[in-house]
C-alpha cells in the first residue's frame, strides 16, 4: 500500500512538472525565439525563473485526469502526462488546460525550432557587442590570450553538453528521460535532500547579478562610445551616461517584450555588419600590422582581467536547458554546439588578432574607439542604438526574477506583492523599478571602465555558470556513470575555472579600486 502511494505521489509530481514544461515552452515558442535574439539571449535565462515560478505555484485541483486504458488503473487526479515529443494526449475538450495550451502553441501543434534556429540563438549569445573588448584582452594576453579564446570555447561547449545531461536520467525501464527543464531544477537536485532550494536561490543570485552587471555594461558603453564620437563637444563621458539613462527610464514601464524583442533580429544583424566594417578597415592597413608587438609573455597583473573578458564573451549556459527542450530534435543539440562554438572561435580569435595588429599598445578597451573619427562616428551611433534597444531585454529579466522572488510568493515573501488586484503595478513598485534603472547608472558613473566591470562579471558570475557549477553538478549527479576521463575533464574544468575565476575576480576588482582612487582624486 505504501509503495502504491508513493508511486502515486511521484506520478503527480511528475505531471507537474511536465505540464509546466508544455506551458513554458508554449510560451517562449509562442513569443519566438528567432525574434528575441539578443547577444546576451536573456530572453531564454528568464525561462528558467519562469519554468520554476510554475511548477512551484501551480494547483493541482485545476489538472484533470487523463482517460484510463481499457484494463488499465485509473489515473490519480491531476496525473497528466505530457509527451516531449508531443504525441501525449491532448486534455479533455474545454478544459483549462486545452485553454493554456492553445493560448501558448501547446499540444501537438506546440511550434519548436531546428537545430539551424536554436544555433542562430547561441550564436547571438556569444557573439554579441561584447566582442568589442577583445582585442584588449590580446593587449595584455599575446598569444596566450589567442589560446584563451580557443580554450574557453572548447570548454564552454564542453559544459553546456554536461549540463543537458544532468536534466536526463534512465528510468527503470532502462530509456533516458528527461526529468528536470531548468539549471535551477538542476543546482536544487544538486543540494537535495538536506537543502533542497539552495542550488536553485545560487544560481537565481548569480543570474540576477549577470543580468544587472550587463545593464551597467550597456550604459557604460553608450556613454563611453557617444564621449569618444563627439569628443569636440562640452559633454563629459557622465553626461552622456546620464542621457543614454533618460533615454532608458520607459523601461520602468514594460509590460513585456514584445515591441522590444521586435528590434533585437535587427539589432544583431547590425551588429555583425559593424564588425564586418571593423575587419575590413583592419585588412586595409595589413601593411602597417605589428605582428612583432604580439607578446608570448603576460601581464600578470592585467592578464586575469583578460580571462573574465573572454569568459564573459561565451557566456550562453544558462538558456540552454530552455533552449534544448524546445528543439525539435534534442539529438541535434551536441552538433549544434559544436558548429556554433568553432565558428564563434575562428570570428572572435581572427577579429581580435586582427584588431589589435592594426593598433598594436594604442589598443582601447572598445575598439571601435581606435578608429578614425569620420568613420568612428558612425559605427558608435549604431552600436549605441543597438545598446540602448537591447538594454530591456535584461532589465525586465532581473525584475521578473527579482518580483517574482522578493514581492510575488505570498507567504514565502516578508514583502507586499508589488501587484494589485487587477494586475496593475503599484506605485512603490514602479519607483522601484525606477531606483534599478537609477542604479545602473549611479554604478556606470562611479565605474566607467567597460573591461574592468566586463572582467569582473565574467570571473564572478561567467566562470560560476559556466565552468564551476556544470562540471560540479555533473560530477554530483551522473558520477556512478562517468567513464574516468569525463571524471577527469569535470575536476579539471572545476579546479582551472576555480582558480581563473578567483584570480581575474581578485585583479578586476583591485583594478577598479584604483581607477576609482584615481577618478577621486582628479
Known amino acids: 500500500m505504501a509503495t502504491l502511494i508513493r508511486s502515486k505521489l511521484s506520478n503527480v509530481a511528475t505531471s507537474v512538472s511536465h505540464k509546466s514544461q508544455a506551458k513554458v515552452s508554449g510560451m517562449f515558442a509562442r513569443m519566438g525565439f528567432q525574434a528575441a535574439t539578443d547577444e546576451e539571449a536573456v530572453g531564454f535565462a528568464h525561462c528558467d525563473d519562469l519554468d520554476l515560478e510554475h511548477r512551484q505555484g501551480l494547483q493541482m485541483d485545476i489538472l484533470k485526469s487523463e482517460p484510463s486504458e481499457e484494463g488499465a488503473e485509473p489515473p490519480v487526479e491531476g496525473d497528466f502526462h505530457y509527451q516531449r515529443d508531443g504525441s501525449g494526449p491532448l486534455p479533455p475538450s474545454g478544459s483549462k488546460e486545452q485553454g493554456m495550451c492553445s493560448e501558448f502553441g501547446g499540444g501537438q501543434d506546440k511550434p519548436k525550432i531546428t537545430a539551424w534556429e536554436a544555433g542562430w540563438n547561441v550564436t547571438n549569445a556569444i557573439q554579441g557587442m561584447f566582442v568589442l573588448g577583445l582585442p584588449y584582452a590580446i593587449l595584455h594576453g599575446g598569444y596566450l590570450g589567442l589560446f584563451l579564446i580557443i580554450f574557453a570555447a572548447v570548454v564552454c561547449c564542453y559544459t553546456g553538453k554536461i549540463l543537458i545531461a544532468c536534466l536526463y536520467e534512465e528510468n527503470e525501464d532502462g530509456e533516458i528521460v528527461r526529468v528536470r527543464d531548468s539549471y535551477v531544477d ?26 544587472v552587471m550587463t545593464c551597467i555594461l550597456y550604459v557604460v558603453v553608450s556613454g563611453n562610445l557617444m564621449y569618444n564620437s563627439f569628443p569636440s563637444l562640452p559633454v563629459s563621458q557622465k553626461s552622456w551616461s546620464i542621457i543614454a539613462t533618460a533615454a532608458l527610464l520607459p523601461c520602468a514601464f514594460l509590460k513585456n517584450l514584445k515591441a522590444v524583442s521586435k528590434f533585437s533580429l535587427l539589432c544583431t544583424l547590425a551588429h555583425f555588419v559593424i564588425n564586418i566594417l571593423v575587419i575590413a578597415y583592419c585588412m586595409s592597413r595589413a601593411r602597417d600590422w605589428a605582428w612583432e608587438k604580439v607578446k608570448f609573455y603576460i601581464d600578470v597583473k592585467k592578464f586575469p582581467i583578460s580571462i573574465g573578458i573572454i569568459v564573459f564573451s561565451y557566456t550562453s549556459q544558462i538558456f540552454l536547458p530552455s533552449l534544448e527542450g524546445n528543439m525539435q530534435k534534442p539529438k541535434e543539440f551536441h552538433c549544434m554546439m559544436n558548429w556554433t562554438h568553432i565558428a564563434a572561435c575562428v570570428l572572435k580569435g581572427l577579429f581580435a588578432l586582427v584588431a589589435y595588429l592594426t593598433w ?57 506583492n508589488c501587484y494589485g488586484g487587477d494586475g496593475r503595478l503599484k506605485p512603490w513598485g514602479l519607483t522601484l523599478r525606477c531606483a534599478l534603472v537609477v542604479f545602473t547608472l549611479l554604478m556606470a558613473i562611479y565605474v566607467p571602465h567597460f573591461a574592468l566591470l566586463m572582467g569582473l562579471t565574467g570571473s564572478l558570475t561567467g566562470a560560476g555558470l559556466c565552468f564551476l557549477l556544470p562540471s560540479l553538478f555533473h560530477l554530483k549527479l551522473l558520477w556512478r556513470k ?36 584615481t577618478n577621486s582624486e582628479d
Open 186 to 211: 538542476i543546482a536544487n537536485a544538486c543540494c537535495s535532500p538536506r537543502f533542497p532550494k539552495l542550488g536553485g536561490r545560487i544560481v537565481n543570485v548569480a543570474q540576477i547579478i549577470e543580468l
Open 360 to 416: 598594436a599598445d594604442e589598443t582601447k578597451e572598445v575598439i571601435t574607439d581606435n578608429l578614425p573619427s569620420t568613420i568612428r562616428a558612425v559605427v558608435n551611433i549604431f552600436l549605441v542604438a543597438k545598446a540602448l534597444l537591447s538594454y530591456p531585454l535584461p532589465f525586465f529579466a532581473a525584475v521578473e526574477v527579482l518580483e517574482k522572488s522578493l514581492f510575488q510568493e505570498g507567504s514565502r515573501t516578508f514583502l507586499p
Open 482 to 517: 562517468l567513464l574516468w576521463h569525463h571524471v577527469f575533464f569535470d575536476a579539471a574544468i572545476f579546479l582551472i575555472g576555480g582558480i581563473c575565476s578567483v584570480s581575474g575576480f581578485v585583479h578586476s576588482l583591485e583594478g577598479l579600486i584604483e581607477a576609482y582612487r
